[in-house]
């Protein structure tokens, strides 16, 4: 649970100033250096502000790293969440979302977010494999919204597949979040050997990523229970 402190709805500029000037170098430094081994002095000394002020703001190391995840995600959850329900609706009461459809919209939605103009693509792929893969942080440091659209992904791929029980369909989705951030993080492990590297077309073209992974998923989904 996140120990972010409420703050007051108005701030003074200056204030507003010095939270982003902490974020911006918590980002750097967490991409550099990830989360164990980013130091609070580290981050307030790039930022030029006292310590106090990331407790002020973030209540704690964590409570940081999670406003960093959500700025750099933004706050689309909701917009998720609404498209979700719009394919719901154009499907009909009595009838499913496809599921090549959801695979389509839950990737698409996804990789977008390494091509935003707004955050540097390289920063944003790394912080996602800090979060998933390096030790002392994990996934629960994206917003909340992010796991209520994954509840919601997990009910919408039940009632596109009747003949799954639930924990047949969560094992799906764990397997295709699971290679979501492996793409957008760029692990190649397949540059273990130089006839098969992908060099660097994970994240290069994710139309073309997008064309590749997502048969891979629906056959995967398509698959009879265990």
Not at 42 to 71: C, Q
Not at 112 to 125: A, E, I, M, N, P
Request: avoid cysteine; proline fraction near 6%; hydrophobic fraction near 40%.
């Amino acid at each position: 649970m996140s120990t972010r402190r409420t703050r007051p709805v108005s701030q003074s500029p200056s204030v507003l100033d010095t939270r982003e000037r902490i974020l911006d170098a918590a980002a750097r430094l967490f991409t550099a250096h990830g989360f164990a081994g980013t130091s609070i002095r580290m981050i307030t000394g790039d930022a030029g502000v006292p310590v106090a002020l990331v407790n002020y703001h973030f209540g704690s190391k964590r409570g940081l790293m999670e406003a960093v995840m959500e700025r750099a995600l933004g706050r689309h959850g909701g917009t998720r969440l609404n498209y979700l329900e719009k394919l719901e609706r154009d499907a009909g009461e009595d009838k499913p979302v496809p599921v090549k459809t959801l695979v389509e919209t839950f990737l698409s939605s996804a990789l977008r977010l390494t091509r935003r103009d707004d955050l540097s693509g390289t920063v944003f792929k790394q912080l996602v494999a800090r979060a998933f893969y390096e030790p002392g942080a994990d996934a629960s440091f994206f917003p909340t919204e992010y796991a209520e659209t994954i509840e919601r992904y997990v009910q919408a791929f039940r009632r596109a597949l009747p003949h799954l029980n639930e924990t047949d369909v969560v094992w799906r989705v764990y397997f295709m979040v699971g290679l979501v951030a492996y793409v957008i993080a760029g692990k190649d492990t397949m540059r273990i050997t130089q006839q098969y590297g992908l060099d660097g077309q994970l994240t290069d073209d994710p139309a073309q990523v997008l064309d590749r992974l997502v048969p891979f998923l629906v056959a995967g989904f398509a698959a009879p229970p265990p």
